[in-house]
Structures are given as structure tokens and as C-alpha cells.
């Protein structure tokens, strides 16, 4: 079953542009989208996957928790291929690519929700540490291992720490009551209804 089959047009209707089946170029479709200074010499699927990934109102976000699970979803959708373009995903999922960098920061910006891009940078630096706690423990002597291992120790601390920091903003950004933090959406500025009336 692919990602198409999971997910229909009108799922992504509550993002600012939608970009599920968009036939041809993003930039034509949806001309409005040229206020993002950062997109105009992106190619389409580097801006459909910013659109997916980084969108508050992207189903992805409930469909995938899982960052990197999300990642590759919103790669795929975009029109990437998870194994042709590894070495581009890669720089992409750790941000080693400056173009997307300012392409993410203006699209938050945009957003204007403050909790959303804290739980965006939150979930990407949780992402990062997540990928160093796994990394194998090396070392000669018995000291650069120990050494190694208390800054593990330390990485678990911190990612208990951005964990706690994470609920807080989903609670802030859904509400205390948990069934309904699929339904209520944060305040925001810059919504479908708003760019239709620029």
C-alpha cells in the first residue's frame, strides 16, 4: 500500500497550500506561494516537502508521531525516493542543506505560531540527540569509554528534558483535553482563507 492510498485530497485541505496531487508545478498552481521569498528558486519537491513537514495543519504530523517515520513519508509524497535521493534526504532530515534551513524558517515565520516552531526545532534537535544516544559506544582505553558512555548519560537527560518541553507544547497547542487535540488547531495568522484573500 503506498502513501497515495492512504491519503486522499481533502486531507490536506486545511494546510496553507495543499499539496497532495498537484499536477504539474506547485509555483502554478498556487501562485500566491511566491511570498516565500526562500521557494522561488526551490525546486517543487523540496517545496512540497517543506509544505508537508512543516505546515501545523499537516495530517502527517497525527498520521506519523514519529519524526523520522514523518520525514520519510513527507519525502515520498514530495516525489523523492527514499533510496535514489538517500544521500539528499540525509542532508535534509539533519538540516546540512542551508537552502532548506531558511526555506523552514520563513515557513514558520509565515505561520506565525510560536509553539509550532518550537515543537518543529524540538522534535528535530530530539531527532538529532535520538540519533547520537544510538550511535555505538568507542574507545581504546577504558577511559574513552567511560567518557563516552556519561555523555550518553547526559544525551538521555537532555532528550527526557526536550520530551517533557514537547507535551507542554502540544498541550498548549491542542488543549488539555486529549480528545481534543485532534480537533482544535492553534490561532494562527496566515490560514488557507487568509492567503485566498491576498
Known amino acids: 500500500m503506498s502513501l497515495t492510498d492512504i491519503f486522499n485530497k481533502e486531507d490536506f485541505d486545511k494546510m496553507i497550500f495543499n499539496p497532495f ?45 514519529e519524526l523520522k517515520t514523518r520525514k520519510e513519508a513527507a519525502a515520498v509524497l514530495s516525489g523523492f525516493d527514499l ?34 516552531s518550537m515543537i518543529v526545532s ?30 550518553k548519560s547526559k544525551i538521555m537527560d537532555d532528550l527526557n528534558t526536550i520530551n517533557e518541553r514537547l507535551d507542554s507544547y502540544y498541550m498548549k497547542l491542542y488543549g488539555e483535553d486529549q480528545e481534543l487535540l485532534k480537533v482544535i488547531k492553534a490561532d494562527k495568522r496566515l490560514t488557507p482563507e487568509f492567503i485566498a484573500n491576498l
Open 122 to 151: 524540538n522534535e528535530q534537535t530530539f531527532f538529532e540527540y535520538q540519533t547520537k544516544l544510538l550511535s555505538p559506544v568507542e574507545g581504546d582505553r577504558d577511559k574513552d569509554i567511560l567518557q563516552a558512555l556519561q555523555i
Open 21 to 65: 496531487s498537484v499536477k504539474g508545478l506547485i509555483k502554478k498552481k498556487y501562485p500566491k506561494i511566491k511570498m516565500f521569498k526562500t521557494f522561488e528558486k526551490s525546486s517543487d519537491s523540496l517545496i512540497k516537502y517543506v509544505l508537508y513537514m512543516y505546515d501545523q495543519n499537516t495530517p502527517l504530523k497525527e498520521q506519523f508521531p
Open 83 to 116: 533510496i535514489k535521493d538517500d544521500q539528499k534526504l540525509n542532508d535534509m532530515f539533519f538540516f546540512l542543506s542551508d537552502q532548506l534551513v531558511n526555506m523552514v524558517d520563513e515557513f514558520l515565520r509565515k505561520q506565525n505560531n510560536r509553539i509550532w
